[in-house]
Each structure stands twice: as structure tokens, then as C-alpha cells.
């Protein structure tokens, strides 16, 4: 989605297919020893991980449009607002999913689906705290589109293929009217981030 914002077409994409357990064998582990997805080659035959590295990698070659801040002062706020989102709901979306759902059990063996619940409540509680963000602010960081909508979007995507979380049947209408607008936007719909089902 953040390639898809800047009209990045010229890197190709590779699948890695982790039903099969590839990115735990090699050469995936070469490109990233934590065994993780994404994973950025470069030219030069360096490999960079992590979703956040590679997001400030391609925003310095691809400047605009700019979606991680300009100046120290709004990269800083918009890297709160990013980490916000990880730590408090991917975290906690990623491990109720990834603990409850059988189509994850491949990935997280042994699964503790009572640990995946608690998560669960966990996340909804913090999305009750971005709903009420978003009735002061239009946008996850602010006043404009950045990398922690990208972020939030994503994560609430895979809540709701995989755990049928939609934010208004828990009375959060912000975050529902937040989430229509950014699913409005061209690079959701791209072939290169496929919406869940
Ligand atoms: N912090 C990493 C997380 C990467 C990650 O966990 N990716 C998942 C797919 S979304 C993965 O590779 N899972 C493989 C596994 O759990 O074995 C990032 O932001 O890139």
C-alpha cells in the first residue's frame, strides 16, 4: 500500500509462500535471519527487513508524495503515531488472530487460544482509543494521510478477514468512517496490497 501511494511500479514482487514454511528455510533465511516477511533487495545484493525500514528506505528514493513527515518535528509525531498503532493494535490484532485462527496454526505452533482471546479484548479496547482520536483529527496522525494509515488500515483489514472485526458494531463510528474513506483511496484497491475477503 505504501508503494501503491507512491506509484512505486519498478520493483518487482517476489511470494514467498509461508503455508510451505520457505521463509524458514533457505535462501529466505539468508535475506533475513528472523525468518520474517517483507524483505527488500536491493541492487547491490543487500537484503533490508522490517516494514518500517524498508517504508524509510523507499521514501528516500521516492519522495513524494511524502507519507513519514518533513522535518524532524513531524517525522518524530508521525512516527509516535505509527508506533502507537504497532504496539497497541497490531500487536494485539496479530496475536488473537494468529492464536485463534486455524488458518494460522501452521505459523504459531503451539497456539493459546485463550491468550488469542485476551488479545482480542486487548485490541478492541485500543481501537476504542484511535476511535476517539479520530473524532478530534481526520487522519491517524493528524490532518493528513501518512504511513500510520497505512499501518492501521492494513491491520484492521486482517481483523476483518480473519476475526469479522467491524469497528461500528462496537459503537466506534469514527473509526468506521475513517476506515470507508481510506478503503476509497486507489492504493487499497491496488493489486499490490489484495483486500482480504
Ligand atoms: N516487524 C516485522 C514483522 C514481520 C512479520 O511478522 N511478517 C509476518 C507476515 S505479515 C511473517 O513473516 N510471518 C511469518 C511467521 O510467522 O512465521 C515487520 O514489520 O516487517
Not at 14 to 31: C, F, I, M, S, Y
Not at 47 to 70: K, V
Not at 118 to 124: D, F, L, P, T
Request: include cysteine; glycine fraction near 8%; hydrophobic fraction near 45%.
Amino acid at each position: 500500500m505504501f508503494m501503491a501511494e507512491k506509484g512505486i511500479l519498478d520493483i518487482a514482487l517476489v511470494t514467498v509462500d509461508l503455508n510451505q514454511g520457505e521463509h524458514r528455510g533457505q535462501p529466505h533465511l539468508a535475506k533475513n535471519p528472523m525468518g520474517r516477511v517483507p524483505v527488500l533487495e536491493l541492487d547491490d545484493g543487500r537484503h533490508l527487513s522490517e516494514s518500517r525500514a524498508i517504508c524509510h528506505y523507499l521514501e528516500g528514493l521516492y519522495p513524494t508524495p511524502n507519507l513519514m513527515g518533513l522535518g524532524f518535528e513531524e517525522q518524530a509525531f508521525i512516527e509516535m503515531a505509527d508506533r502507537h498503532i504497532e504496539w497497541n493494535l497490531l500487536l494485539h490484532f496479530a496475536s488473537a488472530i494468529r492464536h485463534t485462527h486455524p488458518g494460522l496454526a501452521v505459523l504459531e505452533k503451539p497456539q493459546f487460544p485463550d491468550f488469542g482471546a485476551s488479545q482480542q479484548a486487548k485490541a478492541i479496547a485500543a481501537a476504542g482509543i484511535f476511535d476517539k482520536l479520530l473524532q478530534r483529527q481526520p487522519f491517524m496522525a493528524g490532518q493528513r494521510f501518512t504511513i500510520a494509515d497505512i499501518t492501521a488500515f492494513c491491520c484492521l483489514d486482517f481483523a476483518r478477514g480473519l476475526l469479522k472485526f467491524v469497528p461500528a458494531e462496537h459503537g466506534l463510528h469514527a473509526l468506521q468512517d475513517w476506515r470507508t474513506r481510506v478503503a476509497a483511496r486507489a492504493s487499497a484497491a491496488s493489486p499490490r496490497a489484495p483486500l482480504l475477503p
